[in-house]
């Protein structure tokens, strides 16, 4: 019914910037919530940063100054601009979006994950 496909992971060298997007398609009404969570290997799935439909942001604490989230609402796609990248943030990085899609059913999307690797 809804499918969000990611965009833009990659390996870039400690202190480098990469740019993710996650654009979602199918039987969409709307989305409210939409984000980024990450797993490295052997951790759990974590928050990274999430955007509401009017654009207010929440990031977790190991993030904030360096990444930011932002979406296009007309193209249902949200990014994760990535600077000053560390090796820590090596992890598949997840697209989430809660979606509506009839006029009484909403869904938690996930994309498939997109590899950043940081390493020199």
């Known amino acids: 019914q809804v499918q969000l496909v990611e965009s833009g992971g990659g390996l870039v060298q400690p202190g480098g910037s990469l740019r993710l997007s996650c654009a979602a398609s199918?039987?969409?009404?709307?989305?409210?919530?939409m984000g980024w969570y990450r797993q490295a290997p052997g951790k759990q799935r974590e928050l990274v940063a999430t955007?509401?439909?009017?654009?207010?942001?929440n990031y977790a604490d190991s993030v904030k100054g360096r990444f930011t989230i932002s979406r296009d609402n007309a193209k249902n796609t949200v990014y994760l601009q990535m600077n000053s990248l560390k090796p820590e943030d090596t992890a598949v990085y997840y697209c989430?979006?809660?979606?509506?899609?009839?006029?009484?059913?909403?869904?938690?999307?996930w994309g498939q994950g997109t590899l950043v690797t940081v390493s020199s």
């Open positions: 989430n979006a809660e979606v509506r899609f009839s006029p009484t059913n909403t869904l938690d999307a």
């Open positions: 199918g039987r969409i009404f709307s989305i409210y919530t």
């Open positions: 955007i509401t439909s009017g654009g207010s942001t």
